[in-house]
């Protein structure tokens, strides 16, 4: 069975990204002309099936917020294809796209710029049923009410303006608006990043919450460990734009095995429950800009070798239903 | 937090603790009150020509005195105020209309539509647009109404990049991402995200621009090619004070303060707005 090269799942998946890439442009370089370009997205493929909870996690930098931007099409991918919901979304654009749009939403990180400051709670939260023709007027007004209260908001918050609101609760509005529409996918961009840790597991619980009552599948991002394996079924590690493991939340917290995900649990106390001694990894991650070749990894890895240098290692089955993308695994 | 300093309670307190700010917008009040009940401040007819009292210094039956065909010159400040204020007002209204299309457009769509609004814009710049506006009203009929569309025409230019600016930012904020994964439309998310966010350093620029436009405008009468006499207009009434300078001074003087109090008042006002819309500009 092992052994494989990891190939995503596209059926029955809800959401299925095969070899997406993505670059951004930054500058010309001075020297010969060329346009810089940092390769956020490099080649990631990964799947979420309906109703489940996929967490990404990985550090600040590696493309996860695009990968995740992408997913929605908020972002359209340079080379590789999304399919959502047995759809190919990968180049739909227009009224296709918009209407697509309804069954996948978005929370944000940033509780402060995803609310328009100059509009009231109850148009933020019923927008998308304005725009679909599903609700105006008085309608959308008690509507929005009865799903701020499902999100523990007070009724009476509809009538008012997000900056009256705190970070938490202003994320609940911005939850309220991302299931408003009754999505199969909320993509989740470091929804509790932002808020006190107090308040992260209140948000947190709400989200899980309304994934059982609602059966969305989320694609959850996060920089946190602990919170990816609070909400997540399973987990894709990334690293300079490329996935570096992927597997079962459980397996992999209890046994990582990609040198850098045993590193990231290392640095989590009392997180991995395999004793471990702590592993220190020495250097700055390399720029997107320039990564650097063979293995994304190579040049903090412990287990380096020369041969991760040179040749870039696949996402292959290392143990039944685990995913690695390392040479000595 | 820069969006709860918005447009709020707390701006009206913020801009009423601000002295000048508060004062200037006394002197508009003042001057609103003065065009809308001329009666009230004048018991004169404004170009009731009274060849016995011409040249009359300041006097009791004729507070400000009287200028060279006996016209009392508080008359004619007082029904000049509502010139002033007119062309102010419309002239940046249409500025303001006008730049708030070019600037949206611009600023969301980029690419070309930007590249080619923009260089209009630099191009429109490139005039000095007080000969500008000479060399048009030299083509059409000096009126009040030609004025007013064309100070409009050459002012808002710098309007179209203030919005621009903005708008780069606005559209690049999680909330029209989010708007766009709710699936509203480009016209929906400017018009509804990102047109209201421009509105409090567009009201700033707004108000200072109608200091320039009344500035202008009295510039304009005052070369003979603005208000028509005998309409009054602090300009045209300065143009027969200027003949009489040397032994009338109460002719330049009075329309000369009105057009400097009304253009200071407008100027504390605006930057009073911008210090409340957004408390950490203030000082620069």
């Known amino acids: 069975m092992t052994g494989g090269i990891y190939r995503p799942e596209t059926d029955g998946a809800l959401l299925a990204m095969v070899n997406v890439y993505k670059t951004f442009p930054v500058r010309k370089s001075f020297f010969s002309g060329e346009d810089l370009r940092v390769r956020a997205v490099d080649g990631v493929s990964l799947t979420v099936p309906p109703g489940k909870t996929l967490g990404l996690v990985g550090e600040s930098g590696c493309g996860k917020t695009t990968l995740a931007r992408i997913a929605i099409r908020l972002l359209a991918p340079d080379s590789g294809s999304i399919r959502f919901d047995g759809n190919d979304i990968t180049r739909m654009e227009g009224e296709v796209l918009r209407v697509t749009r309804r069954q996948m939403q978005i929370v944000f990180q940033d509780p402060y710029s995803s609310l328009n400051p100059r509009m009231k709670v109850r148009d933020i939260v019923g927008e998308g049923w304005l725009v679909h023709g599903l609700a105006r007027g008085k309608e959308l007004r008690e509507r929005a009410e009865r799903l701020l209260v499902r999100v523990g908001m007070p009724a009476e918050a509809g009538g008012k303006y997000p900056h009256e609101f705190s970070g938490g609760q202003r994320q609940r509005i911005g939850i309220a608006r991302a299931i408003a529409l009754s999505p199969k996918l909320v993509v989740a961009d470091e929804p509790v990043s932002a808020l006190d840790v107090s308040v992260q597991a209140q948000i947190l619980n709400l989200l899980k919450d309304l994934q059982e009552e609602y059966g969305m599948a989320y694609l959850f991002v996060s920089h946190d460990l602990r919170v990816i394996r609070h909400v997540s079924d399973a987990v894709a590690v990334m690293y300079l734009g490329k996935v570096m493991e992927t597997g079962p939340v459980e397996d992999l917290f209890r046994e990582p095995l990609h040198p850098y995900t045993r590193s990231l649990l290392s640095a989590v106390p009392m997180l991995g429950d395999a004793p471990s001694e702590r592993i220190v990894l020495s250097g700055e991650i390399p720029s997107p800009i320039a990564p650097p070749p063979g293995c994304r990894f190579h040049t903090r890895c412990f287990m380096a070798k020369k041969e991760c240098a040179e040749v870039c290692p696949l996402l292959r089955e290392v143990a039944s239903g685990r995913f690695a993308a390392c040479h000595f695994l | ?284």
């Open chain 2, 1 to 284: 937090m820069k969006e709860s300093a918005g447009m709020g309670r707390g701006f009206a307190r913020r801009l009423l603790r601000n002295r000048l700010a508060a004062a200037g917008g006394a002197v508009i009040l003042f001057f609103f009150l003065v065009s809308a009940l001329p009666g009230l401040f004048s018991s004169h007819e404004p170009n009731r020509i009274d060849i016995v009292n011409i040249l009359r210094p300041p006097s009791a039956a004729h507070p400000l005195g009287t200028d060279d065909l006996g016209r009392d010159v508080l008359a004619r400040v007082v029904h000049g105020a509502r010139v002033s204020l007119k062309v102010g007002f419309v002239a940046v209204g249409i500025a303001t209309v006008l730049g708030l299309l070019v600037g949206l457009l611009s600023g969301f769509y980029g690419g070309w539509v930007d590249a080619v609004l923009m260089r209009f814009v630099d191009m429109m710049l490139c005039f000095p647009t007080f000969f500008l506006i000479l060399s048009v009203i030299a083509f059409l009929e000096p009126s009040i109404w030609n004025i007013m569309a064309v100070i409009g025409l050459t002012g808002w230019m710098g309007v179209a990049r203030l919005v621009r600016a903005e708008t780069l930012s606005l559209k690049e904020r999680d909330f029209v991402a989010a708007a766009r994964a709710q699936g509203a439309g480009d016209a929906r998310i400017i018009l509804r995200h990102v047109l209201p966010n421009t509105l409090a350093p567009i009201l700033v620029a707004a108000t200072l621009g109608v200091a320039g436009a009344i500035l202008t405008e009295s510039a304009l009468s005052f070369l003979g090619i603005g208000v028509q006499p005998p309409t009054p207009s602090w300009g045209n009434i300065l143009t027969a004070g200027k003949d009489n300078i040397e032994y009338a001074w109460w002719l330049s003087l009075f329309p000369g303060l009105a057009i400097l109090v009304t253009v200071l008042g407008y100027n504390l006002l605006g930057e009073g707005i911008r210090d409340a819309a957004d408390p950490r500009l203030k000082g620069r």
